[in-house]
């Protein structure tokens, strides 16, 4: 969709500038990764066994790296190369562990530190052919597809191709690839289901009625499945949901001061045990039985999605 700017209420339409290289696009993006992906930076051009990663990254939220690659051109396949840089970190997990603590002087890693079941590669390109969009309509595909484009008014967007919900698995895919069959022995995209399986049908019905309502409001925030808990994202992570048997706890990310002036004046104080830590950030986490006092906690999460930058 095209973007304007208005101008004595007349939309003059904002033009798109090509990338003239891939490093172009590696040089911003890398120069703020923990903006876009809220990731860290960790290494450009990682060589190792005959192969260059374009820019290793670490996410600190899910204790696993991220592969990132760039592309101008459309003629690559986005299930061999991106299996094939996965394949690469499972079997050099060593190597990876190793260039993280060089290139890191406020914190060093031991193999068990990391989550390899949640590692991911992002390809990043001005555009997708029809196939490779195809060719991430699986459930459980670590890969992700970046669209970026460029302004002549000095903006840049990311925008992650979401393929339609898929009940197909690329364990169909292992099944005629080795690389792919032995990779997803290891690595593991997390659904909702994940997280169902053990809760009673009470909190199942909750969660269903806290993510309509939220939708309803705005549907732009995702509710992205990771291990230990389904995080609410609008450009950044702003709210965590984790499941016990027979509640929900919301987390909610706050500046520290903040959270307690919410917590005084809100009627939520009753449900929250005060402001805490998650992550290194300020939060407070209301727990969820029942419906009673929804409304009001999903207006914290709305609110909260709002002050996202």
Avoid at 9 to 35: G, M, P, W
Avoid at 102 to 111: G, I, P, Q
Avoid at 249 to 257: A, G, N
């Amino acid at each position: 969709m095209p973007l304007f700017n208005v101008k004595n209420n007349n939309l003059i339409r904002i033009k798109e500038l090509v990338f003239k290289l891939e490093k172009d696009i590696q040089t911003i993006t890398e120069s703020n990764l923990e903006n876009i992906f809220n990731l860290k930076f960790v290494k450009s051009e990682f060589a190792l066994n005959n192969l260059r990663i374009d820019t290793l990254a670490f996410d600190e939220q899910t204790k696993s790296f991220v592969i990132i690659e760039y592309k101008r051109d459309k003629n690559f396949s986005v299930i061999d190369q991106g299996y094939a840089y996965l394949s690469l970190m499972l079997n050099n997990k060593a190597d990876f562990i190793l260039e993280f603590n060089e290139n890191n002087d406020n914190k060093s890693l031991r193999k068990d530190d990391v989550d390899w079941s949640q590692s991911r590669i992002i390809f990043i390109s001005p555009s997708f052919s029809k196939y490779q969009k195809q060719a991430i309509n699986f459930k459980d595909l670590p890969i992700e597809l970046w669209q970026i484009t460029k302004y002549d008014n000095q903006t840049i967007q990311y925008l992650q191709l979401k393929s339609p919900d898929s009940s197909e698995s690329i364990n169909v895919v292992g099944d005629k690839n080795k690389v792919v069959k032995e990779v997803s022995k290891e690595v593991k995209v997390y659904a909702e289901e994940d997280h169902l399986i053990n809760v009673t049908d009470d909190v199942v019905s909750l969660y269903k009625e806290i993510k309509e309502k939220i939708s309803e409001i705005d549907d732009s925030i995702a509710f992205n499945p990771q291990r230990y808990y389904i995080s609410l994202r609008k450009d950044k992570n702003f709210s965590y949901i984790k499941f016990t048997k027979s509640k929900i706890d919301i987390v909610i990310l706050v500046p520290y001061e903040e959270g307690k002036n919410k917590l005084r004046h809100h009627k939520v104080t009753q449900l929250s045990e005060g402001v805490q830590k998650f992550y290194g950030r300020a939060c407070f986490t209301v727990h969820i039985t029942d419906s009673d006092n929804l409304g009001e906690v999903i207006d914290l999460i709305i609110e909260t999605s709002k002050k996202i930058n």
